[in-house]
């Protein structure tokens, strides 16, 4: 399956800190790739669609001043955590389509841990 | 939206038996992704179904889309299946390309 790689895996910063995570795609291209969140013991909630060379497009109730999204290039993304706080802290995660049928495959997840 | 649910939502299994995961969901779809979610948290594509049968390994997945249901089977259980599994779909109308997830079945495998 195709690969799609998240940078860092792991992060702790303090209050009021802003924190970026990568999503690349490493073997195909991605005009669009997707952002998750995932609290504990919960399931994944789309946060926004990144999309390549425009703006990206937020769920309802995501703040788009707070998280965000930069889609530079048809292999990475973007997703800037801003003045972060400790109700940000969750699980982030991306992914792509690959394969033009829909199948998506995801990074490996970024933990955030906001002190 | 569209609605998404998983049962059971938790299992505890020996190993060696085998187990039946049903994922319902509310509208037509167009997608349906089965998932494993491994303790450190990363999605592993498991099934690219949306409707029929697939089969790979130990694992074997059906959708009848138009019952609007999908149905995991892992046969001759093993710890390393232990995890949260997840189904996940795409509308037809009006979902774009996004995926919506499922409710989620956490998985114990006990020796």
């Known amino acids: 399956g195709a690969v799609v790689s998240q940078h860092p895996s792991w992060v702790i910063c303090k209050s009021g800190t802003s924190v970026k995570i990568e999503c690349r795609s490493l073997?195909?291209?991605?005009?669009?790739m997707f952002w998750y969140r995932q609290f504990p013991k919960q399931s994944l909630m789309l946060m926004a669609t990144?999309?390549?060379?425009?703006?990206?497009?937020?769920e309802q109730g995501v703040e788009k001043d707070k998280f965000l999204i930069n889609h530079a290039s048809l292999t990475l993304s973007t997703l800037t955590v801003t003045s972060a706080h400790p109700e940000d802290s969750s699980f982030y995660i991306c992914?792509?389509?690959?394969?033009?049928?829909?199948?998506?495959?995801f990074g490996e997840g970024s933990r955030l841990t906001v002190l | 939206g569209i609605q998404v649910e998983q049962s059971p939502p938790d299992l505890i299994l020996q190993e060696g038996a085998n187990s039946t995961l049903r994922c319902n969901f509310s509208?037509?779809?167009?997608?349906l992704q089965w998932f494993h979610q491994n303790p450190w948290g990363q999605l592993i594509n498991l099934f690219y179904?949306?409707?029929g049968t697939k089969q790979n390994g130990r694992l074997s997945a059906t959708t009848v889309a138009t019952e609007r249901y999908s149905l995991l089977y892992i046969s001759s259980s093993q710890t390393t299946d232990s995890g949260v599994y997840f189904c996940?779909?795409?509308?037809?109308?009006?979902?774009?390309?996004?995926?919506?997830f499922g409710t989620g079945t956490q998985l114990k495998v006990e020796l």
């Open positions: 992914s792509a389509e690959a394969t033009g049928n829909g199948e998506l495959f």
């Open positions: 073997d195909f291209q991605a005009t669009t």
């Open positions: 990144s999309n390549e060379g425009s703006k990206a497009t937020y």
């Open positions: 509208d037509s779809v167009n997608n």
């Open positions: 179904i949306p409707s």
């Open positions: 996940a779909v795409r509308r037809v109308t009006g979902g774009g390309n996004k995926l919506t």
